[in-house]
């Protein structure tokens, strides 16, 4: 591997001028500039941004932690703040936590020795990382959260309205008549999934409406959990018209239960998601969803971050990006289900 001496002596310089050049440390001819850089291209030069960072304190590396790299929604999140940290010449490295908050404090001692400039977390499941920010904090390097916040958590942070989006997706359904509306949640310890549900009762509670403790089902962020959730449901009577689903992983699992039990989607039950993520427009019924802008969280992520690196000494962002109800043939008005209930009873005397 050719290192800085190669390209003093392509270049028939000094190994201080080589420096020079390739850090910026002071001002070089513009010819001997040329000399060198034509010197590194000859023998295929390759700077180590570890012995960089070992000068400089950290390096142009950033680490980013996420808790399930197979969750349809974080690859939209990963992907905006790596487009903002390479045209800012930074690079990403992407870390993976299964929700286990762990396998979260392992990666974050891990890449404290790769001296990031900082990172970027979505917070894994019980997370707390007071001590481990403080410690970045120490060496340099800032710390921003995204979509969740961890416990005790006052730094830079960027969410989506979660609770803003659940009261609009409830009210959606109140508006379309219905009443016997039941929510499968995600963790509730989860910050967004807390908040979630806060905007549904909310709602409810804007129309007078009483939601029976049995209609409010805590599962993971999972489809599996929807499933099974929804399967408790429909043997509740009454059984809900209704159910606003934490995320649309869940909702996929909603959408097979109700398919595995004979019912249909939405004449015997309404359905709303959270994420809008991509397959929700493909499926049959096309699935409501609230949108929220996963691309722009990273983006924005990215962005704080970076500046705090270069300097930025402001207090703590707290920001929080809107959200948006995109309703589609996976809900319709109570009467038509009722109806639809009617008609099938008719059928079946009628045999």
Not at 125 to 141: C, H, I, P, V
Not at 208 to 222: D, G, H, I, M, S
Not at 325 to 330: E, F, I, P, T
Request: glycine share 6%; hydrophobic share 40%; proline share 5%.
């Amino acid at each position: 591997m050719a290192n800085i001496l190669d390209i003093a002596r392509k270049a028939g310089v000094s190994v201080g001028t080589v420096s020079n050049v390739l850090n910026h440390s002071a001002t070089v001819k513009e010819s001997l500039r040329k000399r060198v850089l034509e010197a590194v291209d000859a023998v295929g030069y390759q700077p180590s941004q570890l012995a960089r960072g070992l000068r400089r304190v950290k390096t142009n590396m950033i680490g980013m932690i996420i808790p399930d790299i197979t969750n349809p929604f974080f690859p939209a999140v990963v992907r905006g703040a790596e487009d903002i940290a390479f045209s800012r010449g930074y690079r990403l490295i992407l870390c993976n936590t299964d929700n286990d908050h762990a396998k979260e404090i392992f990666h974050l001692n891990e890449l404290r020795a790769y001296l990031p400039a900082g990172l970027i977390v979505i917070p894994s499941n019980f997370s707390d990382l007071t001590e481990q920010a403080e410690s970045y904090r120490k060496m340099g390097s800032a710390i921003v959260c995204v979509d969740r916040l961890p416990k005790h958590w006052k730094g830079d942070a960027v969410t989506a309205d979660n609770e803003g989006g659940a009261y609009a997706a409830t009210r959606s359904l109140l508006s379309l008549g219905h009443r016997r509306i039941a929510t499968i949640t995600g963790p509730l310890h989860l910050t967004n999934a807390a908040e979630r549900l806060a905007g549904f009762r909310r709602a409810m509670r804007a129309e007078n409406v009483v939601v029976a403790p049995e209609y409010v089902q805590e599962a993971t962020f999972e489809r599996y959990a929807g499933y099974s959730k929804t399967m408790l449901l429909l043997r509740m009577i009454p059984r809900p018209t209704a159910i606003f689903a934490g995320n649309d992983l869940i909702a996929f699992g909603v959408l097979q239960a109700i398919r595995e039990a004979g019912l249909r989607c939405p004449e015997d039950i309404s359905l709303i998601g959270f994420d809008d993520m991509e397959p929700a427009a493909m499926l049959n019924p096309e699935l409501s969803s609230v949108s929220q802008p996963g691309y722009q969280l990273g983006t924005t992520a990215a962005s704080i971050l970076i500046d705090r690196v270069d300097g930025d000494l402001s207090p703590a962002k707290q920001i929080v990006l809107q959200t948006a109800v995109q309703l589609r043939h996976s809900v319709v008005p109570v009467q038509e289900e009722e109806e639809a209930v009617t008609r099938r009873k008719k059928e079946r005397a009628a045999r």
